[in-house]
């Protein structure tokens, strides 16, 4: 019943801006919403938390220049803006929920709520 579900990602050039969403249809309580992101050959990458109680919002390291989160008051639509966009961004980039709240986790451990997926591929 709780879904996640992102859109928005494409291909684009370097230094190009984007946009991606998220539209949460929460079942449960979902007390903290996360960007991650999944290059090819490499793991989950914590990319960005919102945590919604205490308005917490934190940043992946290297990411916080270029990575902007955000929520509405609801907390059902969450979304992630990169600025000048690297071919190193190329990846999946995951929204994922969690019902902790409180200090934000950057492990995909703690997320028990994911969607699908939205490719993002920067050309060069």
């Known amino acids: 019943q709780t879904q996640l579900a992102e859109s928005g990602g494409g291909l684009v050039q370097r230094g190009d801006s984007l946009t991606l969403s998220c539209v949460v249809s929460?079942?449960?309580?979902?007390?903290?919403l996360a960007w991650f992101r999944r290059a090819p050959g490499k793991d989950r990458q914590f990319v960005a938390a919102i945590e919604k109680r205490s308005l917490l919002v934190q940043y992946g390291d290297f990411l916080e220049g270029r990575f902007t989160i955000a929520a509405d008051n609801a907390k059902t639509t969450l979304t992630l803006q990169i600025d000048n966009l690297k071919p190193e961004d190329t990846a999946v980039y995951y929204c994922?929920?969690?019902?902790?709240?409180?200090?934000?986790?950057?492990?995909?451990?703690?997320?028990?709520?994911w969607g699908q997926g939205t490719q993002v591929t920067v050309s060069s």
């Open positions: 929460a079942g449960t309580t979902i007390n903290t």
């Open positions: 994922a929920g969690s019902r902790r709240w409180g200090a934000i986790s950057p492990y995909v451990e703690e997320y028990g709520f």
